[in-house]
């Protein structure tokens, strides 16, 4: 555990083959949305591959500022790992208890409320990652760190 939150660019570039991979198994698959009257429809094989630019780009900062011996809240780095990990796997999960029967209805406007939830807070978890960042480029170097 305290590697990887001395560390947090590991975690990051290690889930990228695992995301691309998951875009070439389901490249069929398609996730469409709709807002009032406009429907958005997106390949889940370009979303798998934006999400690795994504976590390539969040490793590379969190590497960025492991080689510049910059110090990072070690609290942020645990919150952002957790957010942008545990969220959507918490989301993952709750989809699987949809129900198809008609007469469900009620159970599935509270499940979708809840993974609509998990999903803001995940992104909105990720306003943590430039504080962070920003806050380790303003405190004093660290010149014990390797």
Sequence with gaps: MGKLINKPHLIFWISIPYIVLSGFISSEEVLDFNIYDTYFVISLHHLNILVSILFGTIGLG???MLKAKRTLSKWMN???ITLTFGCPILIWILAQFYRESIMEYNFNNNLTFAI???ALIAIFGQI???VNIISGLIKKRNENSV
């Design 116 to 118: 609509h939830l998990l």
């Design 128 to 130: 943590i990652y430039p």
């Design 78 to 80: 645990l919150f952002h």
């Design 62 to 64: 969190y590497w960025i």
